[in-house]
């Protein structure tokens, strides 16, 4: 709907339709891989690859897995990096948004 116009709550024009607002979401697109990596001094990272889309998306996503793993990471060349081994908890909170995930690698 256009920010600049107020809701239309009732209209007296039989030929009045609302503008239809479609929001298009990644979800139905993203084929996402789970792995787990181990780096540096022998911690393990959960890295999430195979997103399509915008950087911001790919940071909201990102942000939203490491809070809800309670976890800190990153999100560098197109992955999101969780720190320690969340692997089964990134997959299930993938999977309850609508993503297709998939384990993959160790």
């Not at 181990?38 to 790919?58: E, M, P």
């Not at 990134?90 to 160790?106: D, E, H, R």
């Given at each position: ?59 909201e996503l990102g942000r939203e897995l490491r809070k809800k793993c309670g976890v800190g990471g990153s999100v560098k060349e197109n992955e999101i990096l969780v720190q320690g081994n969340v692997r089964d908890k ?17």
């Open positions: 709907m256009n920010k600049n116009r107020p809701n239309i709550v009732y209209s007296t024009d039989p030929h009045y339709a609302p503008e239809q607002e479609v929001e298009l979401t990644t979800s139905r697109v993203q084929d996402f891989r789970v792995h787990l990596d181990r780096r540096g001094a022998g911690k393990i990272v959960t890295i999430v690859r195979g997103f399509t889309g915008n950087k911001k998306d790919l940071n990134v997959l299930n909170i993938l999977i309850k948004k609508g993503y297709a995930a998939k384990a993959s690698g160790g």
